[in-house]
């Protein structure tokens, strides 16, 4: 079985090692005996309709202004795919852009795809360092920010978790992140999947079940340096 991840403007969004996440999935599929084909989407690139799983990363706001436009085109088509429950992981500047705005701190509006009920403001201070987030779905997990983005999100949707250790959504209301159908918005760097794998399979499992229309149980694999990576990043101070 050949599975489809596209991969979201590679170029302009790749920060703090956002790459290892498609490593991450990559691998993870790969070690379960499936084949992996990654579509990188740039600014101008046509979306394909076979697609089952959805990455994109963080950059600086001058790399989301350059993304704005094609966004705007795809957006319809990317918001289709995450309400049919394409498992789908956006991480910081994305998770901002999947949004309904991001307003920089110089005042520059970007419109989000309006897929994710969130809106972010740029602040002042930038929220920098090591977290720790505690989550109904996937346990503890770990991972790194840096944003000057303060997101609030709206009815529509959940926080992915409670902060323990940072500054998470916002710094103030303890949320980090969202969770959307098979949709996880982050502000977590890191990269996040490798040292949290639980969500990498969440992510797998979502993408076969919805491909052969049945749930099945992942073929088990050996975490032993996954979960060790997870244990000393959770023992970071921030
Ligand atoms: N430019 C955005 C911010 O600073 C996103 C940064 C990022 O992706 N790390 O809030």
Known sequence: MIINILHLYPKNMNLYGDHGNMLALKRRLEWRGYEVNVIHHDPGDELPEDIDIIFGGGGQDSGQT???DDLKIIAPKLKEFIENGTPTLVICGLYQLFGNKFVTYEGHEIEGAHILDISTTGGEV??????????????????YENH??????GDGVKPLGTVITGDGNNGKDKTEGVIYKNCIGTYLHGPILPKNP???????????EKKTG????LKELDDTIELKAHEVSSKRPR
């Open 198 to 208: 639980k969500i990498t399979d969440f992510l797998i499992s979502k993408a076969i």
């Open 66 to 68: 350059v993304v704005e």
């Open 214 to 217: 049945k749930a099945e149980a």
């Open 148 to 153: 000057s983005g303060l997101t609030y999100l």
């Open 126 to 143: 930038r929220l920098i360092g090591n977290v720790l987030i505690d989550t109904p779905d996937f346990g503890e997990v770990v991972g």
